[in-house]
């Protein structure tokens, strides 16, 4: 199973939007709704931030979101922050019963 | 607390074995799915395998051929992860991840609750 594409890196200024895609295919991001976003700073682990491809957990800003169209994901972060800088993966369930992340994209907050 | 902590990392020589265990605490382990999530150093997150609450669904990424099995105690509210044959490029830190709330099946497919990790060295 290969990994969803994630762009590298994405960079955006303070108050910003910023959006993060994760390509996959029909077998995986697009034939199902077990789509998945995390953040992860350096040396920690990984806090989810989207499940079910739109649906926030409790306690994540509201400025964090999701979306997708055909066999791309997207995460949205608007009103960009200091804070916000961080590595972001995409996860989908696949047709083969397992699961597969993305490569990751570094946020850089200018 | 609600928590899980990962433990049984450490160097091992290639070819050989180890047993990672992950204690939870703070929640009904008895009810989760669980998965096993590993990164190599300076990369991305890997999914191992994970194991359904009452064991009836135990799934393993492709490419670890076997090599790992994944199981579990509910009465101690641990999680395993045996791993023979290793090789340099199963150096990792090993995560220990609970999947969301499911009242039946195979699991949500997201984590929800991630441990702290440990590390794992295969080298000579």
């Known amino acids: 199973q290969s990994a969803l594409t994630q762009p590298a890196s994405v960079s955006g200024s303070p108050g910003q939007s910023i959006t993060i895609s994760c390509s996959g295919t029909s077998s995986d991001v697009g034939g199902y709704n077990y789509v998945s976003w995390y953040q992860q700073y350096p040396g920690k682990a990984p806090k989810l931030m989207i499940y079910d491809v739109t649906n926030r957990p409790s306690g994540v800003s509201n400025r964090f979101s999701g979306s997708r169209s055909g066999n791309t994901a997207s995460l949205t972060i608007s009103g960009l922050q200091a804070e916000d800088e961080a590595d972001y993966y995409c996860?989908?369930?696949?047709?083969?019963?397992?699961?597969?992340f993305g490569g990751g994209t570094k946020l850089t907050v200018l | 607390e609600v928590q899980l902590v990962e433990s049984g990392g450490g160097l091992v020589k290639p070819g050989g074995s180890l047993r990672l265990s992950c204690a939870a605490s703070g929640f009904t382990f008895s009810s989760y799915t669980m998965h096993w999530v590993r990164q190599a150093p300076g990369k991305g997150l890997e999914w191992v395998s994970s194991i359904s609450s009452s064991v009836t669904y135990i799934f393993y990424a492709d490419s670890l051929k076997g090599r790992f099995t994944i199981s579990r105690d509910n009465a101690k509210n641990s999680l395993y992860l045996q791993m023979n044959s290793l090789r340099a490029e199963d150096t990792a830190v090993y995560y220990c991840?609970?999947?969301?709330?499911?009242?039946?099946?195979?699991?949500?497919?997201?984590?929800?609750?991630w441990g702290r990790g440990t590390l794992v060295t295969v080298s000579s």
């Open positions: 996860s989908s369930y696949t047709s083969s019963s397992t699961l597969v």
């Open positions: 991840a609970r999947d969301g709330p499911a009242i039946v099946g195979p699991g949500r497919w997201y984590f929800d609750l």
